[in-house]
C-alpha cells in the first residue's frame, strides 16, 4: 500500500496527485523554531509502507535550500518510522545546473544525491532533469518528459521553426521538431562564467526570416537566457516568437521583462508545466499540468511496473 504526503508549498500539486491515483495525502506536521531550525512530525504510522514525499522544493513558501532541508529531515523520519520504501518525487531538481567541476567549485548535483540517499531516499522521480549525466549519481533516478503533454497541446498550432536558446538543448529542440513537423534553429551562447545567471551574447544558426518560431529551454530562472534569445530571433527577421519551458522559476526581473515583452508585441505565449508552485501566473500563459503523469510513474512504481513509456 502506498502513502503520500505533500512538503511544504506542494499542497495544492499533491491533491492532483493523490485526485488522479484516487488516494488522499497522509498528514505531516512540519514546524519551525524560531531561528528557522525544522522540526517534522510524521502524522501516522508508516511502517512496511511504500511512501511518496512529493515536494515542490522551489515555492513561494519557502527557498530551494530550506525545501531540500525539509526533504531530508522527512525522508530520516520515514526511515526511522520503519517505511518500507521512500520515493522523492521532485518535479524540479534543485542544483541540476552544477553537474561538472569548474575550477575550486562543488558537484552540487553531486553532493545533494549524497545527502537525499544518507537521509533514506531510495528513488527519485524527476521530470526534464537540466543534464542527463546527473542520473549517475543516484542509484535510481526517473526523468520523466514533459514533452509528451505540450506536444499533445502545441500539435495543429501554426509554428515555422523550433528553436533552442542553446547548444546544450538541440537533442531536446530536435524531438520537438521531428513529432511537430517543422524546421529547427538554435542559438550559440557566450556566457560569463564569473558572474551567475548572466549571458553575453547568442548567435543563431538556422533560419527563421518571416518564422513564427517556438523557442524551447527546460527552464527559465532569471530569463537572461531567453530574452537574448528573443532579440536575436526578431533581429533575424522572426515574424511571431512565442516560448515554452518545463520549470518556470522566474525569479529576479524575469516576469517583469516577459511582460514588457508581450506588451511589446515581441513575445507571444508563454507555455510551461505547473512543475514551480508559484502564488501569481504570468498572464498570457498556457499552464501543462504534470500531476497527472507523476501519478501515473507513482502508480508503475507500486505496482512494480516499467516507466520506459514516461522517460523517452
Not at 484516487?22 to 501516522?44: I, N, P, Y
Not at 558537484?107 to 544518507?118: F, T
Not at 536575436?232 to 511582460?259: F, R
Not at 502564488?279 to 512504481?301: C, G, H, M, R
Request: some cysteine.
Amino acid at each position: 500500500m502506498m502513502k503520500l504526503f505533500a512538503l511544504t508549498g506542494t499542497t495544492t500539486f499533491a491533491k492532483r496527485v493523490a485526485a488522479s491515483l484516487h488516494q488522499e495525502l497522509s498528514f505531516l506536521d512540519v514546524r519551525s523554531f524560531a531561528d528557522k531550525e525544522l522540526k517534522v512530525t510524521v502524522g501516522e504510522t508508516v511502517r512496511n509502507e511504500s511512501v511518496y514525499l512529493i515536494g515542490q522544493l522551489a515555492n513561494e513558501q519557502q527557498d530551494v535550500n530550506t525545501g531540500l532541508m525539509e526533504l531530508v529531515l522527512v525522508s530520516d523520519a520515514m526511515r526511522r518510522a520503519g517505511a518500507a520504501k521512500i520515493v522523492a518525487v521532485l518535479p524540479y531538481l534543485p542544483y541540476s545546473r552544477q553537474d561538472k567541476k569548474i575550477s575550486r567549485e562543488p558537484i552540487g548535483a553531486k553532493v545533494v544525491a549524497d545527502i537525499l540517499r544518507a537521509s533514506g531516499v531510495d528513488q527519485v522521480v524527476t521530470m526534464d532533469i537540466h543534464a542527463e549525466q546527473i542520473a549517475g549519481f543516484y542509484d535510481h533516478l526517473d526523468n520523466l518528459k514533459a514533452r509528451s503533454l505540450f506536444v499533445n497541446e502545441l500539435k495543429g498550432h501554426p509554428f515555422d521553426v523550433v528553436v533552442s536558446p542553446d547548444a546544450g538543448g538541440v537533442k531536446r529542440v530536435e524531438r520537438y521538431a521531428k513529432e511537430l513537423g517543422v524546421d529547427m534553429a538554435f542559438m550559440h551562447k557566450h556566457r560569463n562564467y564569473e558572474q551567475t545567471n548572466v549571458v553575453e551574447q547568442v548567435q543563431l544558426v538556422g533560419d527563421v526570416k518571416g518564422a513564427h518560431c517556438l523557442l524551447i529551454d527546460d527552464m527559465i530562472d532569471t530569463g537572461g537566457t531567453i530574452i537574448k534569445a528573443i532579440e536575436e530571433l526578431h533581429q533575424k527577421g522572426a515574424k511571431q516568437v512565442d516560448i515554452l519551458c518545463t520549470h518556470a522559476l522566474l525569479n529576479g526581473s524575469a516576469p517583469d521583462s516577459l511582460k514588457q515583452l508581450q506588451q511589446s508585441g515581441r513575445l507571444g505565449t508563454i507555455y510551461h508545466a505547473d512543475t514551480i508552485q508559484k502564488d501569481e501566473p504570468l498572464k498570457n500563459a498556457f499552464v501543462i499540468s504534470t500531476a497527472p503523469l507523476f501519478a501515473q510513474a507513482i502508480k508503475a512504481i507500486d505496482e512494480g511496473k516499467s516507466l520506459n513509456k514516461f522517460v523517452q
